[in-house]
C-alpha cells in the first residue's frame, strides 16, 4: 500500500503548502481590513506595500519557475519553485501583522 501513496507525496505537499499560504492569505486580508476601519494600528505604507509586494512576489515566482524548468525539474517542482516567493510574502506579512 505504501508503494501508491509515494508517488503522490510531492503534490500532497503541495496541496498542504497551498492551503497553509490561502489560511495566511485570509488572516493577512483580515487584519488589513481592520487596519483600514481603524480597527487595529495600520501602518501608513501598508497600502501601498498591499500593492507593490504583489508585483514583487510575481517578478520573483516567474524567475524561480523559469531557473527551475531549464534545470529539467518536474511539473510539481516548478509550481513549488513558483509558490515560494509567495509563500515567503505571506508568513512575513502575517507575522508582522499580528505582531501589531
Not at 21 to 38: D, K, N, S, V
Amino acid at each position: 500500500m505504501n508503494m501508491m501513496i509515494a508517488p503522490y507525496a510531492p503534490s500532497m505537499r503541495l496541496w498542504g503548502d497551498l492551503m497553509h499560504m490561502g489560511i495566511e492569505a485570509q488572516f493577512i486580508m483580515t487584519l488589513r481590513t481592520a487596519g483600514m476601519l481603524g480597527m487595529l494600528p495600520h501602518g501608513k505604507d501598508e497600502n501601498r506595500l498591499m500593492v507593490t509586494e504583489k508585483t514583487d512576489a510575481c517578478r520573483e515566482s516567474l524567475s524561480a519557475a523559469f531557473r527551475s524548468a531549464a534545470r529539467g525539474a518536474r511539473a510539481d517542482q516548478i509550481l513549488a519553485a513558483a509558490l515560494k516567493p509567495y509563500g515567503r510574502r505571506t508568513r512575513a506579512n502575517a507575522k508582522r501583522l499580528a505582531r501589531r
